[in-house]
T-cell receptor, first 110, second 115 residues
Framework: SQQGEEDPQALSIQEGENATMNCSYKTSINNLQWYRQNSGRGLVHLILIRSNEREKHSGRLRVTLDTSKKSSSLLITASRAADTASYFCATVGALDKLVFGAGTILRVKS | EAGVVQSPRYKIIEKKQPVAFWCNPISGHNTLYWYLQNLGQGPELLIRYENEEAVDDSQLPKDRFSAERLKGVDSTLKIQPAELGDSAVYLC?????????????FGPGTRLTVL
């Protein structure tokens, strides 16, 4: 069963534009993680944000977390063709396991 | 540092045949996970090992799936007999601590096609 739901399911933008993906989840969490998956590098961890944090940055990535709304967003600034991939949010809750959403497919056109 | 290694990368079998997947985690990682990923979905946990002990196998369909992690390093996931619905990507991951709170490192996966 999937815990999170990503929105949109698919996103197509031009190189240089920003991409925003959203994730909603259902139960309380300890942390939320974002992963990227493409055919070349498989599934790769991008960033982790803990339940007591509201915002986190890593390079061109910015993640926000709103536990009151049970939602998170991932912003990729100045996107590149190499950012083309599927992006998954994954939550860790009381069951101490990583539960993934269905993902957002991002296509960056050059 | 070498990543998580999985083999084979692709496997095509007839239904009712057995199949096995192998995983070698990152050196020193005592936690190992097997995930199932259906097309268009995120990975779903099948089993988690802490060293050689399976600490969470609640999602593993035990009538046809089995797994082992002898000596707490390499792991094998087996399906016998395979069904058409088992066609998916099987991912192995590892992490350096016992809790899933931390980042997990994924292998490239084995894409299984059951005909």
């Amino acid at each position: 069963s999937q815990q999170g739901e990503e929105d949109p399911q698919a996103l197509s933008i031009q190189e240089g534009e920003n991409a925003t993906m959203n994730c909603s989840y259902k139960t309380s969490i300890n942390n939320l993680q974002w992963y990227r998956q493409n055919s070349g590098r498989g599934l790769v961890h991008l960033i982790l944000i803990r339940s007591n944090e509201r915002e986190k940055h890593s390079g061109r990535l910015r993640v926000t977390l709103d536990t009151s709304k049970k939602s998170s967003s991932l912003l990729i600034t100045a996107s590149r063709a190499a950012d083309t991939a599927s992006y998954f949010c994954a939550t860790v809750g009381a069951l101490d396991k990583l539960v993934f959403g269905a993902g957002t497919i991002l296509r960056v056109k050059s | 540092e070498a990543g998580v290694v999985q083999s084979p990368r692709y496997k095509i079998i007839e239904k009712k045949q057995p199949v096995a997947f192998w995983c070698n985690p990152i050196s020193g990682h005592n936690t190992l996970y097997w995930y199932l990923q259906n097309l268009g979905q995120g990975p779903e946990l099948l089993i988690r090992y802490e060293n050689e002990e399976a600490v969470d196998d609640s999602q593993l369909p035990k009538d046809r799936f089995s797994a082992e992690r002898l000596k707490g390093v390499d792991s094998t996931l087996k399906i016998q007999p395979a069904e058409l619905g088992d066609s998916a990507v099987y991912l192995c991951a590892s992490s350096p601590r016992g809790l899933s709170y931390n980042e997990q490192f994924f292998g490239p996966g084995t894409r299984l096609t059951v005909l």
